[in-house]
């Protein structure tokens, strides 16, 4: 088991210093700021959807190890699949973190390298920072889309 979180740790540690998807989209269907005021981790996402399917996904930011490598690891988790299936990966990494319950942990695919964090309850806000920011990004509407577009 310890080697195991050996292996996690080096995940973890490779997508905070190399995160993948770290750019700009030009001309994206959502874009979104998260802030996370308990450690200090900032990002914006850049999404674009077609016909329900997350086409593609690029975030920037700042934060912390587990912030940057959650989302980096989350674009890679989500891009190309459709918004529902986005949102049961969501609530299953949710529930993972916040109870600790691993018994679906392989629905999570590399997902599940953060399980550790599930002991560490002030780091659970780092982790689905990414999460949150994307929730509210495909939530958000063409309206108000609109205005920051034109
Ligand atoms: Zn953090």
């Not at 949710?94 to 953060?114: F, P």
């Not at 780092?126 to 577009?149: D, G, M, N, R």
Request: with cysteine.
């Amino acid at each position: 088991m310890s080697e195991l979180r050996d292996l996690y740790q080096q995940i973890i540690i490779d997508h905070s210093k190399n995160p993948r998807h770290f750019c700009v989209i030009e001309h994206p269907d959502h874009v979104k700021e998260g802030y996370n005021p308990l450690c200090g981790d900032k990002l914006t996402l850049y999404l674009t959807e077609k016909n329900g399917v997350i086409t593609d996904i690029c975030f920037q930011g700042s934060g912390c190890a587990i912030s940057m490598a959650s989302a980096s690891l989350m674009t890679e988790a989500i891009k190309g699949k459709t918004i529902a299936e986005t949102m049961e990966l969501f609530d299953e990494f949710q529930r993972l973190l916040t109870t600790g319950d691993q018994k679906d942990l392989e629905k999570l695919g590399k997902l599940a390298v953060l399980a550790g964090v599930a002991e560490f309850p002030m780091r659970v806000k780092c982790a689905t920072l990414a999460w949150h920011t994307l929730k509210s990004a495909l939530k958000s509407t063409a309206q108000e889309e609109k205005v920051t577009t034109e």
